[in-house]
């Protein structure tokens, strides 16, 4: 059974860093995408971040680009989100996702088979 849990989410104060991991387990994601998204209270879910887990290649939101880096550790079987320079707005219930590669990203949702709990993130001012 495929399970992704996600933990280091927390308070932060704006300008601060927080480190999310994902842990997946239950088969090999050699050709799988795992990406992170987010969804804050009354605002659709949205895409935040991907990696191939084999392979070069990452895929940034706009919003994101610069501040937010995805990131794996395969010996781990670990995804990892690395937040700076967090703002207020970054607020959310951050999600961890995978889908079997089929040649492009996809920052769409309902494209992802499997996801995590969430684990919130909360940024003060």
């Known amino acids: 059974q495929v399970q992704l849990v996600e933990s280091g989410g927390g308070l932060v104060q704006a300008g601060g860093s927080l480190r999310l991991s994902c842990a997946a387990s239950g088969r090999t994601f050699s050709r799988y995408v795992m990406a992170w998204f987010r969804q804050a209270p009354g605002k659709e879910r949205e895409f935040v971040a991907a990696?191939?887990?084999?392979?070069?290649?990452?895929y940034y939101a706009d919003s994101v680009k610069g501040r937010f880096t995805i990131s794996r550790d395969n010996a781990k079987n670990t995804l990892y989100l690395h937040l700076n320079s967090l703002k207020p707005e970054d607020t959310a219930v951050y999600y961890c996702?995978?889908?079997?590669?089929?040649?492009?990203?996809?920052?769409?949702?309902?494209?992802?088979?499997?996801w995590g709990q969430g684990t919130q993130v909360t940024v003060s001012s």
């Open positions: 996702a995978a889908h079997l590669w089929k040649g492009r990203y996809s920052g769409s949702y309902a494209d992802y088979d499997y």
């Open positions: 990696i191939k887990w084999s392979g070069g290649g990452t």
